[in-house]
């Protein structure tokens, strides 16, 4: 089984329409991040959690909210999809050493 | 912010040839990683190289950080090392990774 599980791996939505996207860990790591990849470019962050009560802005968190729902847990919301947040989506884990650990991916297509 | 500029960004060789991929940083950064983005997607880290030379297989890294620079080796390139290597490194004083464009490495057989 993976480490770091994505939950769905592909979603199309309408705009206006509410989406979650989910992440799960078994690595046992504290820190865990969102990133968005747009074709033909490097991933941004949108939110990271360096625990469950801590919730911090990444560089590109607009139109996003974030959950920490538990140590391996953490899910990523879109309020009102837009075609704009159309891209892959990746969790990501780290320990203190801050070595990062991807999940699979969440393509994601608002029309 | 921090630039991260890679080079070259695409890249095509023959199977069994060697490789030289560069990271370059317009400012000090920490815990540089590099990843394999394969076809399907995913995401795997090859290195966690804060400074100095690792190697793990056919693959080698080094980083020059007092240069802002780090540099990823291929040797005896195969078909699946296709794909796009990214690396990135973190900003002082913030929790930031900031990922360069990558570079888009075919192999042919």
């Known amino acids: 089984d993976a480490d770091v599980t994505q939950t769905p791996r592909n979603r199309i939505t309408k705009t206006g329409k509410r989406i979650m996207l989910e992440c799960s860990q078994t690595?046992?790591?504290?820190?865990m991040y969102w990133y968005r990849q747009d074709p033909g470019l490097g991933l941004r962050l949108i939110y990271y959690?360096?625990?469950?009560?801590?919730?911090n802005k990444g560089e590109i968190s607009d139109g996003y909210s974030v959950s920490r729902q538990a140590q391996a847990k953490f899910s990523l919301s879109l309020e009102s999809a837009i075609p704009n947040q159309t891209a892959l989506y990746f969790c990501?884990?780290?320990?203190?050493?801050?070595?990062?650990?991807f999940g699979s991916g969440t393509q994601l297509s608002v029309l | 912010g921090i630039q991260v500029e890679q080079s070259p960004p695409d890249l095509i060789l023959q199977e069994g040839a060697n490789s030289t991929l560069r990271c370059n940083f317009s400012?000090?950064?920490?815990?540089l990683q590099w990843f394999h983005q394969n076809p399907w997607g995913q995401l795997i880290n090859l290195f966690y190289?804060?400074?100095g030379t690792k190697q793990n297989g056919r693959l080698s890294a080094t980083t020059v950080a007092t240069e802002r620079y780090s540099l990823l080796y291929i040797s005896s390139s195969q078909t699946t090392d296709s794909g796009v290597y990214f690396c990135?490194?973190?900003?002082?004083?913030?929790?930031?990774?900031?990922f360069g464009t990558g570079t888009r490495l075919k192999v042919l057989a």
């Open positions: 990501a884990t780290s320990d203190y050493d801050e070595k990062l650990f």
């Open positions: 690595k046992g790591h504290d820190r």
């Open positions: 959690s360096f625990d469950v009560k801590d919730i």
């Open positions: 400012d000090s950064v920490n815990n």
């Open positions: 190289i804060p400074s």
């Open positions: 990135a490194g973190r900003s002082s004083g913030t929790y930031k990774y900031i």
